[in-house]
């Protein structure tokens, strides 16, 4: 069974973003970038089901800037088969980011495709819901869990209040949710030996989408500081300070 | 042109989210719609209808329905979607599932989780886990959109008295099936409707310190229990107590912070709170920039305390 697996470049989870002066965007020059956190889970996640004999081999796909080959790279070490970057300067929207993997799905025809639910950086959540809608394929969002059957996936899902199974018939789209798995750690010869393998780039234009936003970012700006507060010095001045002052309990 | 709010529900009555849904419908002046898909979902229907402020319920009934599934509910919603200027749906489970579903059938890009409504076109909402606020404009001839619940004071539940229409529901996908659902029992209060809520990080150290140490003070201020992604990942408390950027957004009347450090994607959860104390043992903790107070030392002695104290 062929695995498409989809990673977007971010910035790092552990930096801590600054809005631009002119209220534009994020400042993301000179910041570390790495991939986003749930693709690193999906990645994670088709790699484990090659070694359990289940997936025959994965095609991992990122698009945006030429610096995403890094991140290709990353999920090739991590152990996908081969990487096709759709490469592009433009800014690329979820609906965008959509249409390019259902035109790489139509070339590829993957049973599976695995996605992260949310990226860190627009925290949209949408492309793999809409990916499925696309393709008119059924979708299993905020997995914790997948079992693959012969024609179905059985996938456990976080969702509110606690966890819900949904099967949805092959091909299917499903997306990841923090405790699917805990990736691994990329060692030095798999580093090695992902520079050897198959990084294809394409245009947007060579599969006929139009990436064209479809929102347009009129002003970014910092939301408002909260002030920090006192500290006191126990349990019983806490109380007092709650009763009393913020009049909460 | 009318605003549909896909409504969030269990069959039997409307969840508290919806209200806060139809309250963001409100900024765009229009008449409001309530959609509910379900299955013998009548009672949820006639709670619909007595919401404040709408004006008209879409009632669609089918076994298919009856689970919330992505493709089935998108259907429905996407045969009535044309009658619609806007289409919104609270950012629950529910919502961030289907509606993008919606948009993309619509070939719309979706407003994710929109935070204040500043025209028929333009809504805030927050990116990078809440540390900045984009103020977006859409050029879409329809808007799909979710709603951050904590954005938007609820309407009344009561004093509405809206007409129930009955919709035609688009025959099963065939595509998916519902297996089963594993939900959380608890006497607590839903960690999203609080008005306090307690929550353990990294700090607790087990999952058993969290029945023996914070249960106790979370049962005498009548509070949810939350925890840091930290916690969770750890294994001390099940996923859906996380409060963070990728877990729950909450914004109670007050919340207890107990040690946890502050991680800026836990901030994203619950930094909007009226009311935000720390017990931590480092004073460096970021957690303390943002509460209102702060108790430096050691939990495992502080809660105890706290408890005693709250009995006086």
């Known amino acids: 069974m062929k695995v498409l697996v989809s990673v977007k470049r971010v910035v790092d989870f552990n930096v801590k973003v600054r809005v631009k002066a002119d209220g534009t965007g994020v400042e993301t020059a000179n910041v570390k970038m790495s991939m986003n956190p749930f693709d690193e889970i999906a990645v994670e996640e088709a790699v484990r089901l090659k070694e359990a004999g289940v997936a025959t081999e994965i095609v991992v796909v990122s698009c945006g800037v030429q610096a995403c080959q890094e991140t290709l790279r990353t999920a090739l070490a991590i152990g996908a088969d081969r990487a096709v970057l759709v490469e592009t300067d433009a800014e690329l929207q979820p609906l965008a980011v959509a249409k390019l993997l259902k035109a790489i ?58 966890l819900e199974t949904d099967a949805v018939k092959l091909p299917a789209v499903v997306t990841t949710d923090l405790r699917l798995n805990e990736p691994r750690y990329v060692t030095l010869p798999n580093i090695m030996k992902a520079k050897k393998k198959t990084l294809e780039v394409l245009k947007p234009d060579a599969l006929g989408v139009d990436v064209t936003p479809r929102l347009t970012t009129l002003k970014v700006v910092e939301p408002a500081k909260r002030k920090a507060g006192v500290k006191v010095a126990d349990a019983k001045a806490l109380v007092d300070k709650l009763r009393n002052d913020a009049k909460v309990i | 042109m009318a605003v549909l709010v896909v409504a969030e529900h269990d069959n039997e009555s409307v969840r508290k989210a919806t209200l806060n849904a139809v309250a963001a419908a409100q900024k765009l002046r229009s008449d409001i719609h309530v959609l509910i898909a379900g299955h013998e979902a009548g009672a949820a229907a006639k709670a619909a209808a007595q919401i404040t402020g709408v004006a008209k319920v879409l009632h669609a009934d089918a076994p298919q ?61 927050p990116i990078y886990a809440g540390n900045a606020l984009a103020t977006v404009k859409s050029r879409d001839p329809i808007k799909v959109i979710t709603v951050r619940t904590t954005a938007f004071d609820a309407v009344a539940a009561a004093g509405g008295n809206a007409s129930v229409e009955r919709l035609a529901a688009p025959a099963d996908s065939g595509l998916s099936s519902f297996v089963g659902r594993e939900v959380s029992k608890s006497e607590r209060p839903e ?52 409060v963070g950027q990728t877990g729950k957004i909450v914004a109670p009347d007050l919340y207890v912070a107990v040690g946890i450090s502050g991680a800026i994607q836990h901030l994203a959860g619950m930094k909007d709170s009226r009311v935000i104390v720390a017990i931590n043992k480092d004073e460096e903790a970021p957690i303390f920039q943002v509460a209102d107070y702060g108790v430096v030392g050691d939990l495992f002695q ?3 305390t706290l408890v005693e104290e709250l009995k006086k």
């Open chain 2, 302 to 304: 502080i809660v105890p």
């Open chain 2, 65 to 125: 329905l009856r689970d919330f599934l992505a493709e089935n509910v998108a259907a429905v919603v996407v045969s009535v979607a044309k009658n619609y200027s806007h289409l919104l749906a609270p950012s629950t489970s529910n919502g961030k599932n289907v509606m993008p579903r919606v948009a993309a059938l619509l070939d719309v890009q979706q407003i994710s989780d929109i935070v204040a409504v500043e025209g028929a076109d333009t809504f805030v909402r």
């Open chain 2, 191 to 242: 960690l999203t409707a609080a008005k306090i809520i307690v929550s353990g990080g990294r700090g607790m150290a087990s999952g058993e310190n969290f029945t023996k140490v914070l249960e106790p003070l979370a049962d005498r201020l009548g509070a949810a229990m939350g925890a840091s992604r930290a916690a969770v990942d750890a294994g001390f408390v099940p996923n859906d107590w996380q």
């Open chain 1, 105 to 162: 799905c139509q070339k590829e025809s993957p049973r599976l495709v695995i996605l992260g639910k949310q990226a860190i950086d627009d925290d949209a959540n949408q492309t793999g819901q809409m990916l499925a809608a696309l393709l008119g394929w059924p979708q299993a969002t905020f997995a914790s869990k997948i079992k693959l059957e012969k024609d179905s996936a059985v996938v456990t899902r976080e969702v509110d209040g606690g």
